[in-house]
T-cell receptor, first 115, second 112 residues
Framework: GAGVSQTPSNKVTEKGKYVELRCDPI?????LYWYRQSLGQGPEFLIY????????DSGLPNDRFFAVRPEGSVSTLKIQRTERGDSAVYLC?????????????FGPGTRLTVL | GESVGLHLPTLSVQEGDNSIINCAYSNSASDYFIWYKQESGKGPQFIIDIRSNMDKRQGQRVTVLLNKTVKHLSLQIAATQPGDSAVYFC???????????FGKGTTLSVSS
């Protein structure tokens, strides 16, 4: 079956530009997560959606980062005024429901490079 | 087989050996722990999980051990194969139970 998909797979942008990263979760999964992974590190939590609402956005580093999930399926992570330090792999994951009782399935990630 | 008492960033083993990868976690209230395997250019892939009311769980060629007293988690891989070469991460739930906190990864290299 189809897993979590993310587009684009690679994104190169210039400092100060705006970018959008898209995540298509597994069909029927109500929970969706965004993580950021820097080179040589484990993924770091950014935001969690349960349905359409952001249930926990405590991992977003600052107000340049924003994410939406308007219909409870596809999600978009938006980064304004990108900085070189935003360069990383952005991972999306989905699960059928509450984390502690359900496995998270990760997508392949979007590699963002800010020049 | 190879084993490590403390977290090491890399582990090299021969094909057929047993591998043990260790991880320390931080939140004594965590009730769910997972091991992930991540190959180059891919997202993390679920290997095995364990809940806090257990101390051992076995899968196919893998075993996870949980020691809540010292907040320690280990992954044992039996008869390691070249295809097992990857970075392995342990993860625990955050205090809110809404996301995963990943530990430091261990790069496993398996030579034939």
């Amino acid at each position: 079956g189809a897993g979590v998909s993310q587009t684009p797979s690679n994104k190169v942008t210039e400092k100060g530009k705006y970018v959008e990263l898209r995540c298509d979760p597994i069909s029927g999964h109500t929970a969706l997560y965004w993580y950021r992974q820097s080179l040589g590190q484990g993924p770091e939590f950014l935001i969690y959606f349960q349905g359409t609402g952001a249930a926990d956005d405590s991992g977003l580093p600052n107000d340049r980062f924003f994410a939406v999930r308007p219909e409870g399926s596809v999600s978009t992570l938006k980064i304004q005024r990108t900085e070189r330090g935003d360069s990383a792999v952005y991972l999306c994951a989905s699960s059928p429901g509450l984390l502690s009782y359900n496995e998270q399935f990760f997508g392949p990630g979007t590699r963002l490079t800010v020049l | 087989g190879e084993s490590v008492g403390l977290h090491l960033p890399t582990l090299s083993v021969q094909e057929g050996d047993n591998s043990i990868i260790n991880c320390a976690y931080s939140n004594s209230a965590s009730d769910y722990f997972i091991w992930y395997k991540q190959e180059s250019g891919k997202g993390p892939q679920f290997i095995i999980d364990i809940r806090s009311n257990m101390d051992k769980r076995q899968g196919q060629r893998v075993t996870v051990l949980l020691n809540k007293t010292v907040k320690h988690l280990s992954l044992q891989i039996a008869a390691t194969q070249p295809g097992d070469s990857a970075v392995y991460f342990c993860a625990e739930t955050n205090q809110a139970g809404t996301a995963l906190i990943f530990g430091k990864g261990t790069t496993l290299s398996v030579s034939s």
